[in-house]
C-alpha cells in the first residue's frame, strides 16, 4: 500500500470513528457514575479533617463506622457493630461486632483476615493515644476528636474478644455515640497499617486507603479526579454501580453546565436558581432541609477584632437581608444564631443586629476605629452547603463596609491551602460555616466555638471564653433535654453579647442530577454516600 | 501569415486619478524568424505590450484589441489554460534585471529543468532524471555557459549578472519557442557583457530561427540583425518599418530625436551644433496630453496635433504624424 | 485647496503625512479610529457621565436585564449585574482599567523601549552584536508569559499587574526600535548626512526618528491590543485587577455563573473587550498597509 | 552550512544560560527564602541544612549559580512547596498533556492559516479574500477567554456535542502513564479502546479549537500578506512568463518564497500559544503544564513556576532553533553569514 493511500485510510477511520452515530452508550459509562465533586480531600483519612469536601470523598465510600444514624427513624443502627450496651452509669459502652467483613482487596494490600477488634482498638488509638505508632503520621492533628473533646472523653479501648470491644468514658457524655455515629470515626485496617509499617511507608496509609466501605481506592490525581471501583465482597447491600469517579470541578458555573452535558451525573451545590432557569427535564435538584449556619468570624486574637464592640460594630453594617437574596436567592433562613431553628434545642431568640449602618459608625467612632480602616475578609473558594458562593457574598459586605467607611480586601486561596493558612489564624475575619455532623445540639457549639477548638484550629474565632465554654460543659453532662436547652439558650445570649463570630442563613442543602441516577441520597448530616448508587438508563 | 498581428491593441487601467490609458491603440506585425526592435523611453508602454502579448499583465487592467493574433488565432478569446499552452512554449519572455526574475529559492538546475518540456525526456524515472540532466547541461552550453555543473548547482544569488540573463535565456529556449521577447535585456548592464549578451541573441536567432522581439530603450542598443524597428512614447506608436528605412530617413520627429540623441552618445559632435534632445520631460500618467502626446515637446507641433494622427505609410515605414520629416520632394 | 491644479505643486509632507493621507482613504480604519476616539473620551469623562458609583448595589434592581429587552428598565439601560450594580457604570469605570490603563502602560513602555533601542541600533560596533543577538531569541517569548513570571514575584493585584505589563512590554519596543533604526542607519541618505558632519543626537532625532515614526506608530497599536488582551487575561485568571473594581477581564470571569441567568453580564464586557481589541487591530493593520504602500511608491 | 550551525547553536546555548540565569535569580527576587525557593526544602526541615551545603549557600554565589545549573541538567528542580514532590517527575506528565495540546492545535494552526492565507491572497481584492481577510481579522481579536466560552456554551450546551472538561472521561480508566490520552489509550488494556478514542477526540476538539483559533488567523494573515507580496515579485510574473499554471505557481515558486518569511514567524505564533495555553488549560481543565503554572503562581509554588516557566521559554528558544536551522538549510539565501551578516 503506498503512503497515501494509507493516509487517506487512516483519515477516513478516523472521520468514521469520530462521525460514527453513538448506537449505545459504551459499557464502562453504563455501570460507572461520575459525581462532580467542590474540590481536593486534603487525605484520605476522615479522622484527620474536618472539611467537608474530604469527608465526602472519603468517609461514606471507603469507610465504615461502629454505628450509624439513621435520620429517618432519628435512632442510631448497627453498623459494623451488630449491638452495644452502655455499662457503669454510662461510663463504659461495650460493642459487639459484625463477623465477616472484609477490607478491600487492592493490588496494592490484599486483607489475610476478616474485621476484627484489632482494627477497632487500632482506628481509634490512632487519634486518642499519642503513644501510638501511627498517632503522629499526617501531622497528629486530630481537628474533630480534639474539637468534640473525645479525645479527653474516652478514656481507654479495650478488646474483650476478637469480636468484642469495651471502649471507657472519663465521664458519662450524652453526645457520645452520636460522636461515633459521624463521619469522622472511621474504622481503619491493622493488618494493612502492620504491612506499611513493616515496609517503611507509613505515610501511605492516608494516601492509599483501605476500608471496609462499599468501594475501594483506585487512584487519585490532584485537582482532577478520584477513581474508585465498588467492593466485591461488601458485607451488606453495596452499590450497583461498578466504578464511581469523583471528578474535581471547583467553579460552580462549570460543574452545572457538565450536568447538562451529561459529563457529571451528581454535582453537589448547584446553582439553584440557574438550573431551574434551564429547565431541562432530565436533571432533578433536590433539596433537604441542613441544619448549618454560615457565618463571619472575627479573628478575635487580633486588634482590633478583640474588642466586643467592634465586632458589634461590623455586625450592624453588615446588610443580611440583600445577603438572602442575591447570594441565596431567598433559599435560605436569616439565622439569628448559630444553633439552626430545626434543632431540638433551638429557643426563639430575637434578632438583635438589625442593619443600622447609622449605629455602626457610631459605634466604631466610640470604639476609636479611624474612617478608612482596612481589614481583610477571607472567602472559601468553594461553594458549601451554607454558602453557594462566599467571593460574591464578600463583595456585597465590601460594599455595605465601605458604607460606614471601613476598607476591606477579599482574600481567598485554593481550597487547601486556604484551610492551611486559615488554621494558623492569618485571618482577620472569615466567611465560613458550619454543617452538623450529627444531631446534638452540642455539634454546633463545641466544634465551633470552645476553647479546645481553638487549639484544634476549627475555632474560627480564635475564641476562648471560660464562662461560655462551663456551659457547654454543664449541657454535655446532662441528659435532661429541657435543662440542656435552657443552658443552650443561655449560651446563645452570651454569643450574641460577645459576638466572635456573625451568623449569617441558614440554608437549604441542595443537590442536582441526572434523573436517571438512583439510590444518591441527601443525608441531612454527613457528608454524600453513593452506598446505593445505580443507574437506570433509558432502554435504547 | 503573420506570427503576431497586433491591431490597435489599447489597455487602460485605475489610477489615484481616474482611468488612464497606458497603451493607446498600437499596432505591431511580426513575422516568423523576424527579429523585431521596440524602442521607447520608459513609461513609453513597450514593456506593457510586451506583458500583453506574453499574457502576465495585472488582471485588473484592460486590454482591448481590434486584433490580437497569435499564429491566425485569437490570444484575447483563448482560455487562461489555452493562453498557457501557447505562452512559454511558442513564446518566451526574458527580462531586464535577471536576478529578480529568478526564483531565489530553487537551483538553476531546478528552475531549467522545470521549462524543459516533458514530451522531451522518457523512459524509466532514473532515464528521465539523467536525460534531464544532460538536457539542461546541452542548453546551458547552448547560452555559452561552459562550467555547467558548478552553475547547475548554484542559486540565482550566487550568479553574476551576465550569467544569470544566460541562464534566463537558456530557460526561455528550453522549449524551442517561435518567439523570444526580450524586454531590455542588456539595459543595465556593464558594457562588456552587453555585448555578449547581445551577440548570443543574434546567433540564437539565426541557429533557433525563432523571431526576436527586442524592447530597448534607445535606437543604439538594437541588435545588429534587427530587420524591423518600431518606436513608441508615451503608449503611442510613433513609427515603425524597415529597420535600413526608419534609421536613415526617418519620418517621425521622435525617431528623429532618438537616432540624433544616441549618435551623440556615440559619435563625437560637431562643434556649435546644437543638442539634439527633445526639450521637456516625458509626461506624467496624470498630465498625459491629448492627441499626439509628444505634441508639447515637439518642435514641428502645431494647432493639428491636439488630434490623434492617423497612421500614414511611406515606402518600407509607417509613421504617426501630421506633419513628417525627411519627406521625398514632390 | 483648489479642484484644478495649475502647476505641479511641491509638496513634500512627512513619512508619517504620507501614511496618513493612505490610511484616511479608507472607511473600516477611520471608523474604527473614531470608535476609538469616542471610547477614550466616554473613558476619560467615565466618572462625570456614569449614572451611578460602579459598586453602588440596588438591593430592589438584581439582575436586571438590558433597557431594551422587556423586563428591562430605563434606569438602568445595560441592566445591572448579580449585586444589583449598573452595568453601563461598570463597564464604562471597566474601560479606564481595561482600555485607559493599557494607553498609559504603553506610552509608559514605549517610552523606555524607544530610548533603549534608539541607543542600541545607534551602536554600529559590533561589540554588543553578541549580546543583541542572545536577546533576539530570548525577545520571541511572549509578554504574556513574562507578565506571568513578574506577577509571580510581585504577587496578584492591580498594582502588580500594571507593573508587569509594562515591563513586559519594553523588550518589543527594544526589539523594534534597535532593527528600524539600524536599517535606516545603513542608508544612504544617512550617510549623506553624516557627511554633513551631523553629530549623532541630530541624525537620530532630526533624521532617522522622523523616517521610522510610522514603524513606531505601528508598533504602538500592536502593543496596545496586546496590553488590553493581557490585563484583561491576567484579570481573568485572578491575578490582575481584584474586586470590586470593574474591569472587563474580570467582569467576565464573574459572570460565567451566571450565563443562564443574566447573559448580557457576559456578553456585554465580552463584547467591549473584542470590539476595542478589533478596532485596534483594524487601525494597526491599516497602518501597516499605508506604510507599505508609502514604502512601494 | 557547518558555520551557520555553529553560529546558531552557539546564540541556542547563550539565550538557554540568559535563561538559567534569569530563572536562578528569580529565586533572589521571589518573596521568601532562595533556597527553599530553588530546593523546595524549607528551614527547620530536616533536610534544610544538607541542602544548604550541597547547593553551595555557604559560598559565592558564582558558587551557587554553577550548582544550580548542574541540578537543573539533571532535571533536578526540587521539590513542591505544596505537594513535597519532586517536580520533575510530576512534571513529566504535565507537560506531555501540554505538548499533545499544543501540537494538534499547532497542526491545526497551519492546516487552517497556511492554505486559506494562499487562497486568500490567490483571490487578492477579490469578495473572497474580503471575507477571509475579515473573519481573521475577527478571530484575531476575540479573547481567548471569551471564545472558549462561547464555543461551550454553542458546542457543549446548546446542541451538545462535545464535551466540556478534561482529556477524556474519567469511566474509561485510562491511567495516565505518558500523560497523552491518545498514547495512553493505545497503551492500556482497556477492552473500550475504540470508544475511548472516540470520546477522548471528541474531548480534544473544544481545547484544539480555541488553542488554535488566534495563531491559526495570525499565521492565516501573515501568510496571505506575505504571498501577496511574493506574487507581485518579478520571478513569479517570469514563472507565469514561462506559462506556468496557476497551481503550479503558488505551490512550487510562490510557497516556498512565502515560507522563507513566514517560517520565522512560527516561533513567535508558536510562544503565543505558550501563553494562550495557561488560559485555555484553565478554562478546559486540562491536567497540562499551563494550568499547573497557573496554579502554582496562585499558591506560590516557586520550584514549579521555575520548572514551567523556563521549560515552556526554553521549547519556545528549541524551535526558534529548529526554525533557522531548516530555512537556513532549505533556503540557503538566508544564512546571513555568506553577507557578513548584519
Not at chain 3, 542572545?134 to 513574562?146: A, E, V
Amino acid at each position: 500500500m503506498s503512503k497515501q493511500s494509507i493516509i487517506v485510510t487512516a483519515l477516513t477511520s478516523f472521520l468514521l470513528l469520530s462521525c460514527s452515530e453513538q448506537t449505545q452508550v459504551p459499557e464502562p459509562l453504563q455501570d460507572g457514575l461520575i459525581y462532580c465533586s467542590e474540590g481536593n480531600p486534603e487525605s484520605f483519612n476522615p479522622q484527620r479533617v474536618t472539611s467537608g469536601t474530604t469527608v465526602d470523598a472519603t468517609a461514606s465510600q471507603l469507610y465504615d463506622r461502629l454505628i450509624d444514624y439513621d435520620a429517618v427513624q432519628q435512632s442510631f443502627v448497627s453498623a459494623l457493630a451488630t449491638d452495644w450496651q452502655a455499662l457503669d452509669n454510662g461510663q463504659r459502652y461495650r460493642f459487639h461486632l459484625r463477623r465477616n467483613v472484609t477490607f478491600h482487596d487492592t493490588d496494592y494490600f490484599t486483607p489475610s483476615r476478616y474485621f476484627n477488634a484489632d482494627d477497632v482498638v487500632f482506628s481509634f488509638r490512632r487519634w486518642l493515644d499519642s503513644d501510638a505508632p501511627y498517632h503522629s503520621v499526617g501531622g497528629g492533628f486530630y481537628p474533630f476528636f480534639a474539637a468534640t473533646g473525645l479525645d479527653q472523653l474516652i478514656s481507654q479501648v479495650q478488646k474483650v474478644d476478637p469480636y468484642t470491644v469495651d471502649i471507657i468514658l472519663t465521664h458519662p457524655d450524652s453526645s457520645f455515640l452520636a460522636n461515633l455515629a459521624t463521619d469522622f470515626a472511621i474504622i481503619l485496617s491493622k493488618e494493612y497499617a502492620d504491612q506499611l509499617a513493616s515496609n517503611r511507608q507509613r505515610e501511605l496509609i492516608d494516601k492509599r486507603p483501605i476500608g471496609t466501605g462499599p468501594f475501594k481506592f483506585v487512584a487519585f490525581k490532584k485537582d482532577y479526579y478520584i477513581r474508585y471501583q465498588r467492593h466485591e465482597s461488601y458485607w451488606r447491600q453495596g452499590p450497583s454501580i461498578e466504578r464511581l469517579v469523583f471528578s474535581i470541578t471547583p467553579n460552580a458555573n462549570k460543574r452545572m453546565l457538565k450536568l447538562v452535558t451529561g459529563e457529571c451525573d451528581v454535582i453537589p451545590y448547584p446553582l439553584v436558581s440557574e438550573l431551574k432557569s434551564l429547565n431541562r427535564k432530565e436533571i432533578e435538584v433536590r433539596s433537604e432541609v441542613s441544619p448549618n449556619v454560615s457565618f463571619w468570624a472575627f479573628n478575635t486574637q487580633r486588634p482590633p477584632f478583640d474588642d466586643p464592640r467592634v465586632r458589634q460594630a461590623l455586625s450592624y453594617a453588615i446588610n443580611r437581608e440583600a445577603i438572602i437574596d442575591t447570594i441565596y436567592y431567598g433559599n435560605a433562613e436569616l439565622a439569628e444564631s448559630i444553633l439552626p431553628p430545626t434543632s431540638w434545642a433551638s429557643s426563639d431568640a430575637e434578632l438583635k443586629y438589625h442593619y443600622n449602618p447609622e449605629k455602626a459608625r457610631k459605634m466604631l467612632r466610640e470604639a476609636g476605629i479611624p474612617r478608612g480602616f482596612k481589614m481583610d475578609i477571607w472567602a472559601i473558594p468553594v461553594q458549601r452547603v451554607y454558602n453557594p458562593n462566599a467571593r460574591r457574598m464578600a463583595e456585597l459586605m465590601q460594599s455595605d463596609l465601605a458604607e460606614v467607611g471601613v476598607d476591606a480586601r477579599i482574600i481567598s486561596y485554593e481550597w487547601n491551602t486556604f484551610r492551611r493558612r486559615l488554621s494558623r489564624s492569618e485571618h482577620d475575619t472569615v466567611l465560613i460555616g458550619w454543617y452538623a455532623d450529627n444531631a446534638d445540639p452540642d455539634n454546633f457549639f463545641r466544634p465551633l466555638l470552645s476553647c479546645a477548638a481553638v487549639a484544634s484550629g476549627s475555632n474560627r474565632a480564635n475564641w476562648c471564653h471560660n464562662g461560655f465554654d462551663q456551659i457547654l460543659y454543664q449541657a454535655i453532662s446532662t441528659t435532661d433535654n429541657a435543662q440542656r436547652k435552657q443552658l443552650y439558650h443561655s449560651a446563645q445570649q452570651l454569643l450574641m453579647q460577645q459576638q466572635p463570630l456573625l451568623p449569617i442563613a441558614h440554608s437549604m442543602r441542595y443537590q442536582a442530577q441526572r434523573e436517571y441516577v438512583k439510590g444518591v441520597e441527601l443525608p441531612p448530616y454527613g457528608g454524600i454516600s453513593f452506598r446505593l448508587a445505580g443507574k437506570e438508563l433509558p432502554a435504547q | 501569415m503573420d506570427l503576431l498581428d497586433i491591431r490597435n491593441l489599447t489597455i487602460e487601467m485605475d489610477g489615484p486619478h481616474g482611468r488612464v490609458r497606458v497603451l493607446d491603440k498600437v499596432s505591431l506585425q511580426l513575422k516568423e524568424g523576424e527579429v523585431h526592435s521596440l524602442v521607447g523611453e520608459s513609461g513609453s508602454g513597450k514593456s506593457l505590450l510586451a506583458k500583453a502579448v506574453i499574457g502576465v499583465l495585472n488582471p485588473l487592467w484592460d486590454v482591448t484589441a481590434d486584433r490580437l493574433w497569435w499564429n491566425g488565432k485569437d490570444l484575447l478569446a483563448m482560455t487562461p489554460k489555452q493562453r498557457r499552452a501557447i505562452t512559454g512554449r511558442d513564446m518566451a519572455m526574458i527580462f531586464q534585471d535577471p536576478l529578480a526574475y529568478l526564483d531565489p529559492n530553487s537551483t538553476v538546475a531546478e528552475q531549467i529543468t522545470e521549462a524543459i518540456p516533458a514530451g522531451d525526456v522518457t523512459g524509466t524515472f532514473m532515464h528521465r532524471r539523467i536525460d534531464r540532466k544532460t538536457r539542461v547541461a546541452q542548453l546551458l552550453h547552448r547560452v555559452g555557459i561552459r562550467d555547467h555543473d558548478a552553475i547547475m548547482k548554484s542559486y540565482p544569488y550566487e550568479l553574476s549578472e551576465g550569467i544569470a540573463q544566460k541562464v534566463s535565456i537558456a530557460i526561455a529556449i528550453a522549449h524551442r519557442p517561435k518567439l523570444l521577447i526580450a524586454d531590455e535585456p542588456t539595459t543595465a548592464m556593464e558594457p562588456s557583457t552587453k555585448d555578449q549578451i547581445q551577440r548570443l541573441l543574434g546567433k540564437l536567432a539565426v541557429s533557433q530561427s525563432m523571431s526576436v522581439l527586442l524592447i530597448t530603450q534607445d535606437v543604439a542598443s538594437i541588435l545588429p540583425a534587427t530587420q524591423r524597428v518600431s518606436l513608441l512614447y508615451c503608449g503611442q506608436m510613433m513609427e515603425h518599418g524597415d529597420t535600413e528605412t526608419v534609421l536613415n530617413r526617418p519620418a517621425h520627429p521622435y525617431t528623429d530625436a532618438m537616432i540624433k540623441m544616441s549618435l551623440q552618445a556615440h559619435a563625437e559632435l560637431e562643434p556649435k551644433s546644437k543638442l539634439p534632445s527633445l526639450p521637456g520631460a516625458v509626461p506624467t500618467l496624470r498630465h498625459m496630453p491629448i492627441g499626439c502626446r509628444l505634441g508639447p515637446r515637439c518642435p514641428y507641433a502645431q494647432k493639428q496635433c491636439v488630434k490623434a494622427p492617423l497612421v500614414r505609410h511611406r515606402d518600407e515605414q509607417s509613421y504617426y504624424c501630421h506633419f513628417p520629416l525627411n519627406e521625398p520632394e514632390a | 485647496m483648489a479642484d484644478i491644479e495649475l502647476y505641479y505643486q511641491d509638496r513634500n509632507p512627512s513619512p508619517l503625512q504620507l501614511v496618513w493621507f493612505a490610511f484616511k482613504r479608507r472607511l473600516a480604519p477611520m471608523i474604527s479610529l473614531w470608535l476609538l476616539g469616542a471610547l477614550l473620551v466616554l473613558v476619560i469623562l467615565a466618572p462625570v457621565i456614569t449614572p451611578y458609583s460602579a459598586n453602588v448595589q440596588f438591593v430592589d434592581a438584581v439582575a436586571l436585564p438590558p433597557s431594551w429587552t422587556h423586563d428591562g428598565n430605563m434606569q438602568f439601560l445595560f441592566g445591572t449585574d448579580d449585586l444589583g450594580r449598573d452595568m453601563l457604570s461598570r463597564l464604562l469605570i471597566g474601560g479606564r482599567f481595561s482600555f485607559g490603563l493599557p494607553i498609559i502602560m504603553v506610552i509608559l513602555a514605549s517610552t523606555i523601549g524607544i530610548f533603549i533601542g534608539a541607543m542600541v541600533g545607534a551602536d554600529t560596533k559590533s561589540k554588543l552584536r553578541v549580546l543583541g543577538r542572545t536577546l533576539d531569541r530570548l525577545l520571541t517569548i511572549p509578554s504574556f508569559l513574562l507578565a506571568l513570571v513578574l506577577i509571580a514575584i510581585l504577587g496578584a493585584g492591580l498594582g502588580n499587574a500594571i507593573i508587569a505589563i509594562t515591563l513586559s512590554l519594553v523588550p518589543q519596543f527594544i526589539y523594534v526600535t534597535r532593527n528600524a533604526v539600524y536599517q535606516e542607519w545603513q542608508k544612504d541618505y544617512v550617510t549623506a548626512s553624516r557627511l554633513n558632519g551631523c553629530s549623532n543626537t541630530y541624525l537620530m532625532y532630526r533624521v532617522i526618528l522622523p523616517n521610522i515614526t510610522p514603524i513606531l506608530v505601528m508598533q504602538l497599536t500592536v502593543a496596545l491590543s496586546v496590553a488590553i488582551m493581557d490585563i484583561a487575561a491576567l484579570s481573568f485568571l485572578g491575578l490582575g485587577v481584584q474586586s470590586p473594581t470593574p474591569e472587563w477581564g474580570s467582569m467576565l470571569a464573574r459572570s460565567l455563573d451566571e450565563v443562564y441567568l443574566s447573559p448580557w453580564s457576559m456578553v456585554l464586557p465580552g463584547l467591549s473587550l473584542f470590539a476595542t481589541i478589533m478596532a485596534i487591530n483594524v487601525v494597526g493593520d491599516s497602518l501597516r498597509r499605508a506604510i507599505k504602500q508609502r514604502m512601494d511608491t | 552550512m557547518t558555520r551557520y550551525l555553529m553560529t546558531r547553536l552557539f546564540y541556542f546555548f547563550l539565550a538557554l544560560l540568559v535563561l538559567s540565569v534569569v530563572t536562578f535569580s528569580l529565586n533572589w527576587l521571589f518573596p521568601g527564602d532562595p533556597l527553599t525557593n530553588m530546593s523546595g526544602i524549607r528551614d527547620g526541615q530536616a533536610a534544610y541544612n544538607a541542602t544548604l551545603e550541597s547547593r553551595a549557600f555557604d559560598s559565592t554565589v558564582i558558587q551557587q549559580y554553577v550548582n544550580y545549573l548542574a541540578h537543573i541538567t539533571q532535571f533536578d528542580w526540587g521539590l513542591s512547596l505544596s505537594t513535597g514532590n519532586d517536580v520533575w517527575q510530576d512534571a513529566a506528565t504535565y507537560l506531555v498533556v501540554s505538548a499533545e495540546l499544543v501540537l494538534l492545535s499547532f497542526a491545526l494552526a497551519v492546516l487552517i492559516g497556511l492554505p486559506l492565507g494562499m487562497l486568500a491572497a490567490n483571490y487578492f481584492r477579490h469578495n473572497l479574500d474580503k471575507f477571509i481577510l475579515t473573519s481573521a481579522m475577527t478571530g484575531y481579536s476575540i479573547p481567548v477567554f471569551w471564545l472558549a466560552q462561547l464555543l461551550i456554551l454553542l458546542f457543549a450546551v446548546q446542541i451538545e456535542w462535545l464535551p466540556i472538561t478534561g482529556q477524556i472521561n474519567p469511566l474509561y480508566a485510562i491511567d495516565s502513564i505518558t500523560g497523552s490520552v491518545i498514547i495512553d489509550i493505545l497503551l492500556s488494556d482497556s477492552q473500550y479502546k475504540l470508544a475511548a478514542l472516540q470520546d477522548a477526540l471528541l474531548h480534544l476538539v473544544l481545547p484544539v479549537l480555541t488553542l488554535s483559533s488566534l495563531p491559526s488567523m495570525l499565521l492565516l494573515r501573515i501568510t496571505r500578506n506575505q504571498t501577496i507580496e511574493v506574487l507581485q515579485k518579478p520571478y513569479v510574473k517570469a514563472a507565469r512568463a514561462r506559462g506556468l499554471s496557476q497551481k503550479r505557481l503558488l505551490f512550487k515558486h510562490a510557497l516556498p518564497n512565502v515560507l522563507q518569511d513566514v517560517l520565522p514567524q512560527m516561533t513567535f505564533i508558536f510562544g503565543l500559544m505558550m501563553a494562550n495555553l495557561v488560559i485555555v488549560e484553565h478554562i478546559f481543565n486540562w491536567p497540562g503544564a499551563g494550568a499547573w503554572l497557573l496554579k502554582a503562581i496562585i499558591e506560590r509554588d516557586y520550584p514549579i513556576i521555575q520548572m514551567v516557566l523556563f521549560t515552556l521559554m526554553g521549547l519556545i528558544l528549541v524551535l526558534n532553533l529548529l526554525v533557522e536551522i531548516y530555512r537556513g538549510w532549505r533556503f540557503p539565501m538566508t544564512r546571513e553569514e555568506r553577507y557578513g551578516g548584519y
